[in-house]
């Protein structure tokens, strides 16, 4: 088992910036790519962006120039960079890992989510 800690949500102005964390923990190898999903009420849940193990990145259209994605593998950490926010923003963000067991995938770990809100 894998789990997730997010931290850095909160309140900030349209054009502000925020910085969310995700640790992991347990059975860290098993790790693979890790992400940011986001969530707004009565909607599904839309991949922000996401890192693999080598450093490949890959962004939703609507964050690409604005949100950068990184990871420490040594401390098995994700840290989404969100700058010049727009209230359509404004979302439960939860991050995600892949999980691999002798090549086979296990069910995804997820944090608890980190609310995001950005006034206008």
């Known amino acids: 088992q894998v789990q997730l800690a997010e931290s850095g949500g909160g309140l900030v102005q349209a054009g502000g910036s925020l910085r969310l964390s995700c640790v992991g923990s347990?059975?860290?190898?098993?790790?693979?790519?890790m992400g940011w999903y986001r969530q707004t009420p009565g909607k599904q849940r839309e991949m922000v962006a996401t890192?693999?193990?080598?450093?490949?990145?890959n962004y939703a259209d609507s964050v690409k120039g604005r949100f950068t994605i990184s990871r420490d593998n040594a401390k098995n950490t994700v840290v989404l960079q969100m700058n010049s926010l727009k209230p359509e923003d404004t979302a439960v963000y939860y991050c995600?890992?892949?999980?691999?067991?002798?090549?086979?995938?296990?069910?995804?770990?997820w944090g608890q989510g980190t609310q995001v809100t950005v006034s206008s």
């Open positions: 890192i693999s193990t080598n450093g490949t990145t």
């Open positions: 995600n890992a892949v999980r691999l067991v002798f090549g086979r995938r296990m069910n995804d770990a």
């Open positions: 347990g059975s860290t190898s098993s790790i693979r790519t």
